[in-house]
Nanobody
Framework: QVQLVESGGGLVQAGGSLRLSCAAS????????MGWHRQALGKQRELVAT???????NFAASVKGRFTISRDNAKNTVYLHMNSLRPEDTGVYYC?????????WGQGTQVTVSS
């Protein structure tokens, strides 16, 4: 059974920082991509950032230069470092893990940025 445990969300003022963590456990078949998506109220879920096992990263245009993503392959953990947060970054952030057979999602963690 696969489990993704997210942590690090919360309430922060605009301009502040947060770090999200997602630890994956269970039976994986060679995890390749780990990443984060988010969903604001009334909007579709969107990609925020991904990182491959080899360290290649991809970011949404709206977060480039403000967010970084990293991972610890030994711990199957991915981190999202969010700086210069804006009210439009508010939403539920979901961890996503892709291995050779399937894609998995975390339960989501709320990030709220106040103006």
């Amino acid at each position: 059974q696969v489990q993704l445990v997210e942590s690090g969300g919360g309430l922060v003022q605009a301009g502040g920082s947060l770090r999200l963590s997602c630890a994956a456990s269970g039976s994986f078949y060679s995890i390749n991509v780990m990443g984060w998506h988010r969903q604001a109220l009334g909007k579709q879920r969107e990609l925020v950032a991904t990182i491959t096992r080899g360290g290649i990263t991809n970011f949404a245009a709206s977060v480039k230069g403000r967010f970084t993503i990293s991972r610890d392959n030994a711990k199957n953990t991915v981190y999202l470092h969010m700086n210069s947060l804006r009210p439009e970054d508010t939403g539920v952030y979901y961890c996503n893990v892709v291995d050779l057979t399937a894609a998995y999602w975390g339960q989501g963690t709320q990030v709220t940025v106040s103006s």
